[in-house]
């Protein structure tokens, strides 16, 4: 038990904390419900400019690009163009790819680091005392079983069972119901790669993949009490996004499609003793934006070399709560930032649709500066975790770029050109490849120390 991990919930957040704290040498076991090699068919297809870094910092984003279509310019409400070539990063743009091919390539090198899985499990209680913490679930076959483990991760979704076990409220609201959802093929293709608009009555968006299919949907005033539950036709999905676009653009072969609500929530603590939760069980908001996968695995990025530290006797336990300092305030403005987009996008009265026009307008003429900001808060990279704690580019270092560095997982000092200075095993040392003469710490996610 100890220096072990168990982390309930194999998506996108699950799967690379899984494969940080076992390239650390942390032995992790992951519990998921579903059976194994069943997709997590989800609602994410968009992967944003810091999450790519951090892929990039493990040696996957490269490889990911392959699997979709590069998206420069998001487009909101007709006339608010927002253009990602200007973000100063490696990876300029969305990359639109169908969240199972981010799960394939995090569950690949989990595999590969010795990650054990314990699939077809559920959930059914979790206790914790000062050494540690026994999750009890119902094996495959329905046989009530226990793991022992020093930490828990609940990385389970919005339904968390973990968040449920350990009494954490989840406050907040449903804002939008009977979103529906559906990726197809399509005769014509929208002027915009991506578009999210509304008219009061209706909300949507176009999105392409890369591989011939496009997600397309959005809600409908008419239809707005729908069941969950409820069958999805390409009729209702047509209805939609012609209602807002004046056209279907001739969408058709069927892949894939989906219904859900809209929840703004978050949990008041991402740490309850030695249970954290993170992704989706701590926090939840509006689709618009795209950030929803990204925010989750901004989390694990941020909590995994922390476990990893303490597990290994390299920190204190105390380092765990900045976990949560650090990661709350973000999910918050992620809520905030993307239901005001949603009841935007929504706006019906004409108050609030003039209101939305010049705000729209605004937008558009803000300086420079002010538009890196909402660029950065979009696509993440602008997010720092305080004054000292800011996201470290992709610097060029001698032995190659600063992301690579960050491949062996440990902190990296960045030194002037011919200074030397042994590094060790909780820190990798590289050289400045310009002539700068001050030196640089850089924690593991890629923020500076």
């Known amino acids: ?24 040498g942390v032995p992790v076991t992951v519990i998921e419900k579903r059976p194994a090699g069943i997709s997590n068919l989800t609602r994410a297809f968009a992967v944003h400019a810091r999450t790519m870094e951090q892929l990039d910092a493990r040696g996957l984003a490269d490889e990911l690009v392959t699997t979709g279509r590069k998206v420069t310019e998001l487009r909101f409400f007709g006339s608010l163009a927002l253009d990602l070539s200007r973000l100063r990063t490696r990876f300029p743009y969305l990359l639109a790819t169908p969240q199972f091919e981010v799960e394939k390539l995090l569950l690949r090198r989990a595999v590969e680091h010795g990650v054990t899985f314990r699939h077809g499990a559920r959930v059914t209680g979790v206790s ?9 679930f119902a094996g495959q076959d329905g046989t009530a079983e226990t793991l022992r483990s020093a930490y828990v991760v609940g990385a389970d979704g919005i339904h968390s069972a973990v968040r449920e076990a350990i009494g954490l409220p989840f ?11 559906a990726d197809v093929r399509l005769t014509e293709e929208p002027a915009r790669a991506v578009a999210v608009s509304g008219s009061g009555q209706a909300v949507a ?5 890369g591989d011939g299919y496009w997600r397309v949907g959005g809600w409908l005033r008419a239809h707005a009490d729908a069941a969950e539950d409820e069958p999805v036709d390409l009729a209702e999905v047509r209805a939609v996004v ?14 894939w499609t989906s219904r859900f609500h809209s929840d703004e929530r ?10 954290l939760l993170a992704g989706d069980a ?11 996968m990204n925010t989750g695995l901004q989390d694990a990025a941020n909590l995994g070399w922390k476990l990893a530290a303490v597990i290994n006797g390299q920190e204190a336990d105390g380092l765990l709560d900045t976990y949560h300092a650090e990661r709350h305030p973000i999910g918050r403005d992620v809520i905030r930032s993307s239901g005001g987009m949603l009841r935007f996008a929504m706006a019906h009265t004409p108050a609030w649709r003039a209101l939305r026009t010049v705000a729209a307008l605004t937008v558009g003429r803000l300086p420079a500066a002010a538009t890196r900001r909402l660029l950065g808060r979009l696509s993440g990279i ?3 975790y305080g004054p000292g704690v800011r996201r470290v580019p992709d610097i060029r270092l001698q032995e190659g770029r600063m992301y690579e560095a960050l491949r062996a997982g440990k902190f990296v000092r960045v030194l002037p050109r011919g200074r030397t200075e042994p590094g060790d095993e909780r820190t990798a040392v590289v050289h400045w490849a310009s002539d700068r003469r001050d030196t640089l710490l850089v924690r593991p996610d890629g923020y500076t120390a």
Request: glycine letters at 16%.
């Open 266 to 275: 978050q949990v008041p603590r991402y740490r309850v003793g030695r249970v």
């Open 242 to 255: 012609e209602q807002v676009f004046g056209t279907d653009f001739g969408m058709h072969d069927v892949r």
């Open 205 to 209: 968006f176009a999105a392409p993949f």
């Open 171 to 181: 406050p907040g609201h449903s804002v939008i119901k009977s979103i529906v959802l």
């Open 128 to 136: 914790q005392d000062d050494e540690g913490v026994t999750v009890e």
């Open 282 to 292: 701590a926090h939840t908001h509006s689709p618009v934006g795209g950030q929803g």
């Open 1 to 24: 038990m100890n220096g072990t991990v168990t982390i309930v919930g194999s998506g996108p957040t699950g799967l690379l904390l899984a494969g940080d704290l076992a390239a650390a």
């Open 382 to 384: 602008g997010y720092a």
